[in-house]
């Protein structure tokens, strides 16, 4: 594990792995750079593979309030820590941070999505409005756990019977320990329309959809593609959100090249 230094002091943890082009890998929400790690080490056979913690979660420090403009800094520090440029990739909300980055005119050579969780009117039950402050204010509440159950049950939709179980199981404790996060996540998301930065995209853009994922996820990913110029979109068989990362590393090693 090594660290870089972002623009408002905060440390960013990261894991440095194989040799070749930079690819920067970005995690998505109630997750650290561990969710990342068997995609890294599969795809550092060809890339020099930089998979870091988000502010706030894992190994990385944390600012005084967050903005989305914080984890961009965040962002240019690694990227300076892989020479400048690099490849990126980001997966749910993780995949809707590197968008936007990369909108912003970060310096992005590829940008690679694993399903971006952007909803149109009418393809599911849309999560509650302003699901960040809903978040903040259990945990400044000291009630962590309810954060991280409300974002499984309102905002994810998983069945009651799944939250239960998940609360008694032995990862818990680590999603009560990033439960401030989800709220920097839900301001990644914002209404979870997508965002009209996508037309600013300017670099290669390849869009990845499990196969058997949601109908109202392929539907939202269809649209992100519409959505930023020259975009490509590629169906993964047989995957679901929570993609197999054997499956996904050579859709990824091919668009990367």
């Known amino acids: ?23 920067v890998l970005v995690c998505g929400g109630s997750v650290d750079r561990m969710s990342n790690a068997p995609l890294a080490a599969l795809l550092a056979q060809d890339h020099t593979v930089y998979n870091y913690d988000r502010r706030g979660r894992g190994d990385s420090g944390d600012g005084a309030q967050y903005q989305i403009e914080r984890e961009f800094e965040d962002l240019d520090a690694i990227f300076a820590a892989a020479g400048g440029t690099a490849h990126l990739y980001g997966t749910s909300s993780g995949a809707a941070l590197a968008l936007l980055a990369a909108a912003a005119g970060r310096p992005v050579t590829k940008l690679a999505l694993w399903e971006p969780p952007y909803i149109l009117e009418g393809t599911r039950k849309m999560p509650p409005a302003d699901t960040a402050s809903i978040y903040r204010a259990f945990v400044a509440e000291g009630r962590r756990d309810k954060a991280a159950e409300y974002f499984m049950a309102e905002v994810v939709g998983l069945p009651a019977e799944f939250v239960a179980m998940a609360k008694e199981s032995p990862w818990w404790p680590a999603q009560e320990a990033i439960a401030h996060t989800l709220a920097y996540d839900a301001t990644v998301m914002g209404d979870y329309s997508i965002p009209a930065a996508a037309s600013a995209v300017q670099v290669p853009t390849r ?9 109202w996820m392929k539907l939202g990913n269809e649209a992100v593609v519409a959505a930023i110029p020259g975009a490509t979109h590629r169906v993964v068989p047989d995957q679901q959100h929570n993609v197999d990362p054997t499956a996904l590393a050579p859709f990824l090693t091919e668009f990367f090249g």
């Open 1 to 23: 594990m090594e660290k870089v230094t972002s623009a408002d002091g905060t440390a960013i943890a990261y894991d440095r792995l194989g040799d070749g082009p930079a690819v």
């Open 207 to 215: 869009v990845f959809t499990g196969g058997a994922s949601e109908d």
